[in-house]
């Protein structure tokens, strides 16, 4: 029997990104425009010129996905015959944001978390961005995952698991499928 020697993905070990690359994906047109450059100000500063924004079902790939779209109760971006789920594994994203905010009544139709289509990927499902916070904690959790830091390492760091959360966070919900992921800095030549 062989042995795997693939080494082991974990906080101590994560799978590391170098220099990550963020697309900014506006499926809902104009009523998400001041959110999508709001968080460009804030997260320019971690990707640098590595951003893209676009605005049509034709993406490039990525890295991280912020994706600005309309959800259905199952998950499927209005007016599109896609799911959420079927963006992030189109460009590739490992770590993908749903930034615009989904309706609480969603994630109680048992239909919204039964879509899958295999492609493991941290993603972020945003109930209440609180305003100019949002912005703000993804550029301390991206900071620190530049750092070296685990995704999720890091989330927990910046939002505590339990029943008092701090005020300013915003609500969201993490789901950690792809595991320990940081990023690091660009390969030297060699």
Sequence with gaps: MAEDTAPKITANNPFVIANPSLLMLNLMGPGATAL?????????PI???NIRVVDSTTVPRCDVLFLYAKLDETG???PHPFHFRDAVKATGARVAVVASEIAEAAFSNPRFGQYSNGWPANIVLTINRKGEHFGRFFRRLFSDMQSGTSMPMAWVTLAPQGP??????????????AGHIAFGPKPAPG
């Design 36 to 44: 999508l450059e709001r968080d460009l100000a804030d997260l320019k």
């Design 47 to 49: 990707f640098n010129d």
């Design 76 to 78: 499927r971006v209005e």
């Design 164 to 177: 008092v959360q701090a005020p300013d966070l915003p609500a969201m919900i993490f789901l950690m499928e």
